[in-house]
């Protein structure tokens, strides 16, 4: 029997993510209660984070029938040393997407991979650097007044909607920024014998 995947997310953007790769998934949200530090280590507090999520979510699945892998993840923005996660208003928003206009910042995503069943898992990070173009005053208040896109997103932005507008550069995986590096989980995933190219989640 094919195995089942579990997002521990309610992220909206995870879930086009998966959705874009034509993958069959249920979500199930953790209730891990996350590291928000602002200060310390970026990759530890991701990795922390993802891991936790995951962990509670396969503990919750454990001795149920069926096999299942629960995906989850964790993104911070870093810039210049400064850990800067979600916005909790807009004014919040405005402070940070100035701070981050012109600039370039690294976006940071945990994830790990836990197999219910067997418990074996599987975690890391992906770093991604991405550039905004300048942005007036009247340009960050365009932007947050027109939607509230900014709310749930580490940074107070979305590239998958109108944040495309004034992101510049991107060097690492774009769908990393988004939510999720589906290109590693691709890699991840065939360590549990999925083969996400070969199919709806074909065992291999």
Request: aromatic share 8%.
């Amino acid at each position: 029997m094919a195995k089942r995947i579990i997002l521990a997310s309610a992220s909206r953007d995870r879930k086009r993510l998966l959705k874009a790769i034509n993958l069959t998934f249920e979500i199930l949200p953790s209730n891990f209660v996350e590291d928000e530090s602002k200060t310390g280590n970026p990759l530890e507090i991701v990795m922390r984070n993802a891991r936790g999520k995951a962990q509670v979510v396969a503990d919750k699945l454990h001795g149920e029938n069926g096999d299942a892998l629960v995906i989850g993840a964790d993104t911070v923005v870093e810039f210049h040393g400064q850990i800067i996660g979600k916005a909790r208003h807009q004014f919040e928003a405005f402070q940070i997407l100035q701070k981050l206009a012109g600039q370039t910042h690294q976006l940071l995503t945990g994830c790990c991979v836990i197999d219910v069943q067997s418990q074996k898992s599987h975690a890391f990070v992906d770093v991604t650097d991405v550039t905004f173009a300048p942005l007036t005053e009247e340009d960050i208040w365009h932007y947050l007044e027109f939607s509230d896109e900014y709310r749930g997103r580490a940074g107070a932005y979305s590239l998958q909607d109108r944040a495309s507008l004034f992101v510049t550069k991107i060097v690492g995986s774009p769908t990393n920024v988004i939510g999720l590096p589906i290109s590693q989980f691709r890699e991840t995933f065939l360590n549990f014998g999925v083969n996400l190219l070969a199919g709806d989640h074909c065992t291999i």
